[in-house]
């Protein structure tokens, strides 16, 4: 692993844990959340125990179930929606999980390069180079520094890689930063662009 420091970009040498590539997941999912249908996630739940209810009002009045069974099917159908809401995050971590041991994704080994116009990322075999125009956002944390293309696809730095929690700060503002003046460029010229008269 390294953290060399040019005079006007970066280089980094490292390899991905587990542990990390898990963390750059749940970025994503929380970035994801921003999409999600509320009226959806929240509201079918809503539908589904007032449909409930009344079937076990229904029940009741009819002599078909006691006051106390129909209570007791209400609290199952809620513990099993829990249960079942559960059960499929745990096996969809337990299914990544999986998929970066299969990949091999742990010897891997990652370089990255960064400077004032371009990034550029090498692994074996395969090489991609891209300007800042590309990423979308930067997000710093304690164990990794992620720069996000899109709200679900995206890279990133291990904190490993870095001296101290102060230098990988300072590289995440310098990525924010490069981010920033690229967008504020981007909508410069998007504005000074002339528009071709109507014919």
């Known amino acids: 692993m390294s953290n060399a420091t ?70 199952w159908f809620i513990l099993g929606y829990y ?9 969809s971590r337990r299914m990544l999980d999986r998929l970066f041991e299969l990949r091999g994704a742990a010897r891997i080994r990652w370089q990255v390069a960064f400077d004032d116009v371009s ?31 899109n709200a679900r696809i995206g890279f990133f730095i291990p904190a490993t890689v870095f001296a101290d929690s102060a230098s990988r700060i300072a590289f995440a503002e310098w990525a924010s930063e490069h981010v920033r003046r690229t967008a504020l460029l981007s909508s410069d010229t998007s504005a000074k662009s002339p528009v071709s008269p109507a014919s």
């Open 83 to 91: 249960f079942a809401f559960f059960v499929i995050g745990w096996s």
């Open 119 to 149: 990034i550029v990322i090498r692994t074996p075999g395969n090489e991609s180079r891209m300007s800042w125009s590309a990423i979308a956002a930067v997000k710093d944390t304690d164990t990794l520094v992620a720069l996000w293309y």
């Open 6 to 75: 040019e005079a006007s970009g970066f280089h980094f040498e490292f390899q991905v844990t587990r542990a990390e590539d898990r963390v750059f997941r749940n970025l994503a999912g929380k970035n994801l959340k921003a999409f999600i249908d509320r009226r959806i996630s929240v509201g079918a739940p809503l539908v589904a125990n007032f449909l409930i209810i009344v079937w076990a009002c229904t029940a009741v009045d009819r002599g078909w179930l006691t006051p106390g069974g129909a209570f007791g099917s209400l609290m």
